[in-house]
């Protein structure tokens, strides 16, 4: 299945759900793109002005230069590496693909999907980040300046700390099976619900039930 080929004036392309194989090459003024869930293999190079951009379930490789980028979803790909270039980003989902770095130089993120990778370390310019889920890769740590950061989906990696962060600034944390962690209050309330959070944090029914027992 193919597109006309004579969209050079388009700025706005939805064409998910289809079995496309390819996307005509001269799309040099589309802001937003919108191709998921088709059999594209690549996309153009001529996508500078892209803003947006949601590739989910596709059979990417690699994505083009993309420098004007505002939102990026790009999960369920083959995705090794992401453009270095992506520094107005305000959101990224790259969940599950095989990533193990991201770009270095991601100031303006709020949102952080990328859990279901291979990645070993976060980027440290993540100021502005507010929800981050970064669980099943491969973290030892986490950023030191994630001071605007309300949600922590952190489970399943060898984290052993994520000093400085206060779980009690959080309004969702999740940090089961990081076996190594040193830095967490088990007996500590996250939010308003202690038995909730135990569960949170690893801790059986079972458990709970003993613990309700012996306090």
Do not use: A
Request: aromatic share 6%; charged share 20%.
């Amino acid at each position: 299945t193919l597109l006309p080929s004579n969209l050079e004036q388009l700025k706005l392309l939805y064409c998910y759900y289809n079995e496309l194989t390819e996307l005509p090459l001269n799309l040099h003024n589309l802001k937003e793109l919108s191709c998921h869930n088709n059999k594209l293999k690549s996309l153009p190079s001529s996508l500078t002005k892209l803003r947006i951009l949601i590739c989910n379930n596709l059979q990417l490789r690699t994505l083009p230069n993309l420098t004007q980028l505002r939102k990026l979803s790009c999960s369920n790909n083959h995705l090794t590496s992401l453009p270095p270039n992506l520094q107005y980003l305000i959101k990224l989902s790259c969940d599950h693909n095989n990533l193990t770095s991201l770009p270095p130089n991601l100031p303006n993120l709020k949102t952080l999907v990328c859990n279901n990778n291979k990645l070993t370390c976060l980027p440290q310019n993540l100021q502005n980040l507010r929800d981050l889920c970064c669980s099943y890769n491969k973290l030892i740590s986490l950023p030191s300046n994630l001071t605007q950061l309300k949600k922590l989906y952190c489970d399943n990696n060898h984290i052993r700390s994520i000093h400085p962060i206060n779980p009690n600034d959080l309004e969702e944390f999740k940090n089961d099976n990081n076996p190594e962690i040193r830095d967490i209050d088990h007996h500590q309330e996250i939010n308003n619900n202690p038995y909730e959070n135990l569960i949170t944090l690893g801790f059986s029914p079972y458990q709970i039930f003993d613990l309700e027992k012996k306090y």
